[in-house]
């Protein structure tokens, strides 16, 4: 059974989706769910599933913390939801074709660093684009430039507001996210 460890920042929907869907998992569990935001929702999520949270700063895992507590918890798979600090490099290194990221845009469109959440969305409205939509890819050194292993859209109308944008967007996230992580797997 592979072990699976979630970087999270904020609410943690997809986190949520993610051990919902791993729950009875014979494939893989979630063991960990990791957060550089001692306030950060994703952390009450993880109560609802049982799954241990570990609380790092920028500082400790620039330092080699985070690395250090995934392999003692020997993590298979490194899961990216709504994680915002860029990953050391070391850390990429030990998980190799094996950490994932979700970004809400189709990259490379909208990607790069200062591009997340809400700042996404708006640059999508500002552009006047009739679609967006999520990409799931491979984590490297880069952000969002790693092998892209899905994408999907959806159609957007004159009329879309960045929110609006965001609920389409969630929609898509929610809908594909758990079931590439276990066709990674």
């Known amino acids: 059974m592979k072990r699976l460890a979630i970087l999270a920042s904020g609410s943690g929907s997809n986190a949520e989706k993610i051990m919902a869907h791993f729950q009875n998992s014979d494939k893989a569990q979630i063991v960990l769910v990791a957060s550089n935001k001692p306030e950060a929702f994703v952390l009450e999520r993880a109560k609802k599933f049982d799954v ?28 990216l939801a709504g994680f915002l600090l860029k990953i050391p490099v070391d850390l990429t290194r030990d998980f190799p074709d094996r950490m994932v990221n979700i970004h809400p845009a189709l990259l490379p469109k909208y990607g790069g660093k200062g591009m997340y959440g809400s700042f996404v969305h708006e640059a999508v409205k500002a552009a006047g684009d009739t679609e967006t939509g ?52």
Do not use: C
């Open 52 to 79: 241990p949270t570990f609380i790092f700063s920028r500082k400790e895992m620039d330092a080699g913390v985070l690395l250090e507590k995934l392999r003692e918890e020997n993590i298979d798979w490194v899961i």
């Open 134 to 185: 999520i990409t799931i890819h491979l984590v490297n050194e880069n952000y969002d430039e790693g092998r892209i292993v899905f994408q999907a859209s959806t159609p957007l109308t004159p009329e879309d507001t960045p929110e609006t944008i965001a609920e389409k967007v969630h929609a898509l996230e929610h809908k594909h996210f758990p079931e590439v992580i276990e066709g990674l797997l």
